[in-house]
């Protein structure tokens, strides 16, 4: 474990220039709003990997509390780790509602998207990005044992904790499933101001979307579940095993949710297929 987590790290660190690469200098013209916010999801995969690589934290579940330590950052500053890491999985997560909702606006309000003043839209995702993110900080604060633990007995801090998730989860996936049908009906039906290349990377979106709540689901909420589930029935330790896999699951989600947008969306996978092509034959099919 020592190792693997930094190793994982510094593969996504190598991978998400490349990503923003594409991103900056790949996009299709359909794109201009929707490579903006891919970048900025990119960014913050790029923020919690390198968290990570310098984290590079050991988690332990005793007497029903999460304690994380490392043998790099002191303790003091592990706590800013974990805060940071939080800040950033929730960003992510709603950026990717925020995605999503630009597709379906797009294709069924296209006339109310282009009355929006801009300044009004970037403060409007701005809060929307971060506050949930809010919310789970403060519960931090009074869930925390010390600089690096957190209680998960069944107190009211963990009671709240659990109510404002649950009703996060709700309301994610009630305006998810709402964006989600207006795309599936309009992408049929779209009028004569939506080309079809708007509407291609409208499907784009919806693809990359369904595919990351698959990796949210496996790779944080599932082992972040597991944690929790072990901090509240574990009287003495939770398995070694079960706290390293969930650590690992976690750490592989950054690169995983990359290399799927390369592979979602079209003109990334030409170009990122087409260089492959080039390195085969260049570095191995020629020399022989």
């Given at each position: 474990m020592d190792s693997i987590v930094p190793t994982i790290s510094s593969v996504d660190l190598l991978l998400e220039p490349y990503y923003l690469y594409l991103i900056i200098f790949k996009s299709s013209p359909a794109m201009k709003v929707c490579r903006l916010l891919l970048g900025a999801i990119s960014a913050f995969n790029l923020c919690l990997s390198l968290v990570f690589a310098v984290w590079s934290p050991e988690f332990s579940i005793k007497h029903k509390s999460l304690c994380f330590s490392s043998r790099i950052a002191p303790p003091e500053v592990q706590n800013v780790f974990l805060k940071v890491a939080n800040t950033v999985v929730y960003a992510q997560a709603q950026l990717l509602l925020v995605l999503l909702i630009y597709g379906?606006?797009?294709?069924?309000?296209?006339?109310?998207?282009?009355?929006?003043?801009?300044?009004?839209?970037?403060?409007?995702?701005?809060?929307?990005?971060?506050?949930?993110?809010?919310?789970?900080?403060?519960?931090?604060?009074?869930?925390?044992?010390?600089?690096?633990?957190?209680?998960?007995?069944?107190?009211?801090?963990?009671?709240?904790?659990?109510?404002?998730?649950?009703l996060f989860l709700v309301t994610y996936l009630a305006l998810a499933w709402c964006a989600i049908s207006r795309i599936t009906e309009f992408s049929k039906t779209f009028s004569r101001d939506v080309t079809p290349d708007v509407v291609r990377m409208v499907r784009n979106v919806l693809r990359n979307f369904l595919l990351a709540m698959v990796l949210v689901s496996v790779f944080l909420i599932l082992p972040l579940f597991l944690f929790a589930l072990f901090s509240v029935i574990s009287a003495t330790e939770a398995p070694k095993f079960v706290i390293h896999m969930g650590t690992v699951s976690v750490v592989l989600y950054s690169s995983l949710s990359t290399i799927t947008s390369i592979c979602t969306f079209r003109p990334y996978r030409t170009h990122t297929l087409k260089m492959i092509r080039t390195i085969w034959t260049t570095l191995i099919v020629w020399p022989k």
């Open positions: 379906s606006l797009k294709l069924s309000s296209l006339g109310f998207l282009r009355k929006l003043p801009p300044s009004a839209i970037v403060v409007t995702i701005g809060l929307f990005t971060i506050g949930p993110s809010i919310f789970a900080l403060q519960l931090f604060e009074f869930q925390s044992l010390g600089p690096t633990c957190i209680d998960f007995s069944p107190k009211p801090p963990f009671v709240i904790f659990i109510s404002g998730f649950s």
